[in-house]
């Protein structure tokens, strides 16, 4: 429906032929002036977010495991029609390098970006030896060659793309795992009744993320069309709707447990697939800051002036790289290349990020090949040397900023409400109303960073996608607790927590206990407060309850207390659930703001606090 009221002649990316005829035609047509292809690339990344969108927000019941396979297919075959146009636009651009000509130097040499790209291009029509290094001062990105690329009819293209359409696609389709989904096993084990999950469909769950070897390469090494049943069949998995949780929470008849030692074990043992230290774990590392595309190519016949006519000879093989190190000489040594790239200002490296080169063949990130990198944090500059010419990511630890330190939900108004989690790097503010939530502000060692994504309305989905992309990553996924020191709780108590959380958001403020630690797995502890106003909720507010699913009370100690308690406060009892355990204690104008509180704003509550676990990761 919003595509059809945007009426602005882009295909719907859901509809095979439509999705089809716009790639045929681009393909067919024959201008390759890299502005226009650039303001394309908009029209096409804005097709692949849509896809993406829609496979991560569907929910599995309104989606067909043929529709998943089609979307993922549409997303990688736009994304190999990009790169190539990319590289049409590069080729008819050093055609004309003269054009570009440096008066220093003689050489050519062009800064051409927008906000999802940018082409630094050198070209060396000269060749001579004492001009064998380059700064492109628009960038600050850099190169120094050997000798013999410095005498060679060649051209040097460091391509930044702000986007990832290198690793698999996987990485880029993680839905928020569902704890049933992740606990299935031991939910199984403890429960009376009979709810069985196939062996095999829990194996694809488990080992989807290890499958890239599923995916073929083009000529190029980029990744092409291909089945990703596998895959659908887990993002399908993982998609579980709250009413589905709702009843399989119901059928059990005691809370579920958390996995033990033994089981463990054997789940790791199926996750090792990767021994090669020089392979970088995507479970542990992602690329953040985008792709750099470093390629030495060759330099095409230029264009001529013959009076008034412009004369250039055509080759059938397109952009063609220069091959360094030769072929030939095996077993010879020849000098590395040395890169300086500039970091982006738009995305956070809280420590030394880790420099990985693409392995085509392998189809995963690589750290061999690469060596003195030095990282200059005030300049926020990166140099380092490689043995050939690759295609680099800078790889950041996705659990930084996890377990956190603190985090707090309150009212802030009407279906209105603020989320604020504190971790060791960073403090980040998230403001929900209605149906969307905003990301207000990100500290960083009490500098306000980050503003370029700062103040937009957003999806749940949305802002995980766009903090992400920062390096901002309060996101725990499938096999965070790998490598996250967790306070395991059971599955049951925490998304029953949420659920509830959520439901009385409105009207109450939640936050972080240190008691939570000490109250076991079976249940969680927090803090709460009614809270009506604005303003900060005082320590001398906030109660602590416990709940473990089935049970919520509240408890007579408080944060200030020297040991944990389970004893209750004096006047209250039991309650099967935190909404009738809170209107107990609730004022009546709390009880009408919550009985009065938008669907829409409880779901998306309920989605932020799936999404960051804060129980757990905390």
């Not at 119901?250 to 030692?261: G, K, M, Y």
């Amino acid at each position: 429906w919003e595509h059809y009221l945007s009426c602005d002649g882009s295909p719907d990316p859901t509809v095979l032929q439509e999705i089809n005829t716009f790639m045929s035609l681009w393909r067919e047509d024959q201008n390759e002036d890299i502005h226009l292809v650039m303001e394309k690339g908009k029209q096409v990344l804005n097709l692949i977010e849509k896809l993406q969108f829609i496979l991560l927000d569907t929910p599995p019941n309104e989606i067909t495991e043929e529709e998943t396979v089609q979307y993922q297919e549409s997303i990688l075959e736009l994304q190999n029609l990009l790169h190539q146009k990319y590289n049409g636009a590069t080729e008819h651009l050093l055609k004309t390098a003269n054009m570009y000509e440096d008066s220093d130097t003689g050489n050519m040499q062009a800064v051409i970006k927008d906000k999802n790209v940018t082409f630094c291009i050198w070209a060396n029509l000269k060749k001579k030896v004492r001009f064998k290094n380059h700064i492109f001062y628009d960038t600050q990105h850099g190169f120094d060659l050997p000798k013999s690329l410095a005498v060679s009819s060649v051209a040097v293209r460091i391509l930044h793309t702000y986007y990832d359409h290198v690793s698999p696609l996987w990485l880029h389709c993680q839905s928020v795992p569902r704890l049933e989904v992740l606990d299935s096993k031991e939910l199984t084990q403890h429960s009376k009744a009979k709810v069985e999950e196939p062996e095999e469909e829990e194996k694809t769950v488990r080992e989807e993320p290890n499958m890239p070897a599923e995916e073929e390469t083009c000529s190029d090494g980029r990744k092409s069309t291909i089945s990703f049943k596998k895959t659908s069949n887990s993002i399908a998995d993982k998609n579980e709707t709250e009413e589905e949780i709702e009843k399989k929470s119901e059928i059990l008849d005691i809370p579920s447990q958390v996995q033990d030692p033994l089981m463990q074990e054997e789940t790791n043992e199926k996750e090792e697939a990767i021994t090669d230290e020089n392979i970088v774990d995507l479970q542990q590392f992602v690329p953040v800051g985008g792709v750099y595309h470093i390629d030495v190519l060759q330099l095409p016949p230029q264009v001529k002036q013959i009076k008034d006519w412009s004369m250039v000879e055509l080759l059938d093989v397109g952009l063609e790289a220069y091959p360094y190190p030769p072929e030939e000489a095996e077993g010879a040594t020849h000098p590395p290349i040395q890169i300086t790239l500039r970091l982006s200002d738009n995305v956070m490296y809280f420590e030394d990020p880790v420099i990985a080169r693409w392995d085509p063949a392998g189809q995963q990130w690589r750290t061999d090949g690469i060596s003195n990198i030095m990282y200059e944090t005030q300049e926020k500059s990166i140099t380092f040397e490689m043995g050939a010419f690759y295609t680099i990511a800078l790889l950041q630890d996705a659990h930084l900023n996890m377990p956190y330190q603190a985090w707090e939900l309150r009212p802030t108004g009407t279906d209105e409400a603020l989320l604020i989690v504190t971790t060791v790097f960073a403090t980040i503010h998230i403001e929900i109303k209605g149906n969307q939530c905003m990301l207000s502000s990100v500290v960083v060692e009490e500098k306000d960073v980050l503003s370029h994504v700062t103040g937009k309305w957003m999806s749940p989905v949305d802002l995980r996608a766009v903090l992400k992309k920062a390096g901002v990553n309060i996101f725990p996924g499938e096999y965070s607790h790998k490598y996250v020191s967790v306070n395991k709780k059971a599955p049951l108590a925490e998304i029953r927590a949420y659920q509830q959380m959520a439901l009385v958001a409105s009207a109450f403020a939640f936050a972080w206990s240190k008691w939570n630690l000490e109250a076991g797995q079976e249940q969680v502890v927090f803090k709460v407060s009614e809270h009506l106003k604005a303003d900060s909720v005082k320590d001398k507010d906030w109660s602590l309850y416990m709940f473990n699913g089935q049970k919520a009370q509240k408890l007579k100690i408080t944060e200030t207390s020297e040991a944990f308690s389970e004893e209750l406060e004096e006047d209250s009892e039991f309650h099967s659930t935190l909404y009738h355990m809170l209107k107990d204690f609730a004022s009546k104008e709390a009880i009408d703001k919550v009985e009065t509180a938008s669907f829409l704003f409880i779901d998306v509550v309920y989605q932020l606090l799936l999404a960051t676990r804060v129980l757990t990761y905390s």
